[in-house]
């Protein structure tokens, strides 16, 4: 049996608030038809289709179109067996039992063992930014080519929802993959679509896997998530990489593409009166923040971390982005089992130039530069970050603005490259997993190191069978990271995409989805 934390009294919340904006989407559609070549149009290319060192949208959204994992998160997030059919935990949380789907073959026509996920295992330990998942594995074993057991040198009761993150996913590579460095692997997965043509900046093409193995628990019952019945009835996705969201408009209503992406609500407008076009609305998408670099320059002093959330007016750089935003303080959802009420508040849109000036005095700080790095792939990321600029100049900071391509951007975050001290993202199936998936983020995009609250309280989460134990954890995690402004929250943000009525099957979720999606017949 799956151990699994008690998400379920709380994602059916989630599903209710995700929702389509459209009639078009309650309707009872028609079965697609197979066959048929669909053309998408999105901000930006992937920078690498390489999972274990992957969290970029761009970069996920195909992924998980290449590739399967052991489990998968399902429609209202829960855990969803996918190569694993059965898992059993053992030894109060210490011993973890996959026993693995025999049908199963990569994209070269391989069949898919046990093996390959202790292959997969090593090297996802050895590069991964998220290897710190695997820090308590004492072993991994396959006795036998359906058989893949981990055991941990200590209790770990989130373990298998850990390894549903949608987030540097921990899909099954084939042992051929093993020693391969990161961003060096051959993209062979086991997904119902595999790798055809890429030209980075320009386009690339998923075509589909006709030797995909359907999990036979799923068939007939329809999309979960990134889990159940994954059919592809496409031959072809051909992705169109066009930065400029007006582009993406008038690509769609010249009949260029069938689905476009990230449409600012202004321009949705222009869809009004098209009976051809349908406009769908996810909510809750994603949480932005302001990642501020807690290893470098000026922002490694924690009293200019804390002036710079100091300024930083939450409703007023939402409206400058232009998103389909709401006001939350905190980084998980109302609907959570871990939101803290108002607990937080304090930290959240303080708009108080004059108590950061303070906090700057008593840092010592003595003007020195703090560069703000965005994109002009995601403009409003770019927007967030150019009204800051202003808020943080108005409190006496100097301020640098370094406008780089998403790739660059998304890569510096992650890796701690570059000389950034403050940028903008969002994450979003973070905050609808909670405090497991978090953990990566909060320590790597903020390049967080050492700090013994942090680590005290993620060890007291992991380790407690007891859920108001891990409850009382995420307590002190959230608290120590919004008051050392590693991360500083903007808002919850939802997505607007468009599509032309004859694609079927276009289900709202945190990204699209390309699986049981087809034309009209």
Not at 33 to 49: D, E, H, I
Not at 237 to 257: H, T
Not at 344 to 365: H, I, V
Not at 404 to 418: I, L
């Amino acid at each position: 049996m799956i151990a699994t934390t008690k998400f379920r009294k709380w994602v059916g919340a989630a599903a209710v608030a995700m929702a389509c904006s459209t009639m078009a989407s309650t309707a009872v559609l028609a079965e697609p038809q197979k066959g048929g070549v669909l053309r998408y149009a999105n901000q930006s290319g992937p920078g690498t289709l390489d999972p274990y060192v992957s969290s970029s949208a761009v970069e996920l959204e195909i992924i998980h179109h290449l590739y399967d994992s052991l489990v998968a998160v399902g429609e209202e997030y829960e855990t969803r067996p996918m190569i694993a059919k059965s898992i059993d935990m053992a030894d109060e949380g210490k011993t973890y039992t996959f026993k693995l789907r025999t049908d199963v073959k990569f994209h070269d026509g391989t069949p898919l063992t046990s093996a390959d996920a202790v292959a997969s295992f090593e090297r996802y330990r050895k590069i991964s930014p998220n290897a710190v998942i695997f820090n308590d594995v004492a072993s991994v074993e396959a006795p036998d080519p359906e058989t893949f057991v981990v055991k941990l040198n200590k209790t770990n009761a989130v373990f298998v929802d850990i390894l549903k993150s949608p987030v540097y996913p921990f899909v099954i590579l084939p042992a051929s993959q093993k020693d391969k460095p990161a961003r060096g692997i051959d993209n062979i997965g086991t997904g119902p679509y595999k790798l055809g043509e890429w030209a980075k900046d320009s386009h690339l093409v998923l075509q589909r896997f006709d030797g995909y193995a359907r999990n036979p628990a799923y068939q007939g019952k329809g999309t979960d998530g990134y889990a159940g019945d994954r059919v592809a009835l496409l031959d072809e996705v051909r992705y169109r990489f066009i930065p400029e969201a007006n582009g993406r408009v008038a690509a769609l209503q010249a009949g260029d593409v069938d689905v476009a992406q990230s449409i600012p609500p202004d321009l949705a407008k222009r869809f009004d009166g098209n009976p051809n076009i349908v406009v769908q609305t996810v909510f809750p998408y994603c949480m932005q923040v302001f990642v501020v670099n807690s290893s470098q320059g000026p922002t490694a002093n924690p009293k200019i971390r804390q002036a710079i959330n100091a300024v930083v007016d939450a409703e007023e750089i939402s409206e400058a982005t232009g998103s389909v935003a709401k006001p939350n303080h905190s980084l998980v959802y109302s609907f959570s089992p871990y939101y803290q009420g108002d607990a937080m508040k304090g930290y959240y849109s303080q708009a108080n130039p004059e108590k950061a000036k303070k906090l700057l005095k008593e840092a010592g700080y003595k003007g020195e530069t703090i560069t703000l790095q965005s994109t002009s792939n995601y403009p409003n990321f770019r927007s967030a970050i150019l009204v800051l600029s202003e808020m943080m100049k108005a409190a006496g900071m100097n301020v640098k603005v370094d406008i780089v391509d998403w790739t660059t951007n998304a890569s510096n975050m992650q890796r701690g490259t570059g000389t950034w001290n403050v940028s903008t993202t969002s994450f979003c199936s973070n905050p609808l997993l909670g405090p497991q998936q978090w953990r990566t983020m909060l320590y790597t995009f903020p390049q967080v190191k050492n700090d013994k609250v942090m680590d005290d309280a993620y060890d007291k989460f992991y380790t407690s069978l007891d859920e108001k134990d891990r409850k009382t954890a995420w307590d002190a995690i959230e608290k120590r990271v919004l008051e050392q402004a590693y991360m500083i929250k903007i808002a919850d943000v939802g997505v607007v995409n468009a599509y032309n009525k004859k694609v079927e099957g276009l289900k709202p979720f945190t990204l699209i989805r390309y699986w049981n999606v087809g034309f009209a017949k």
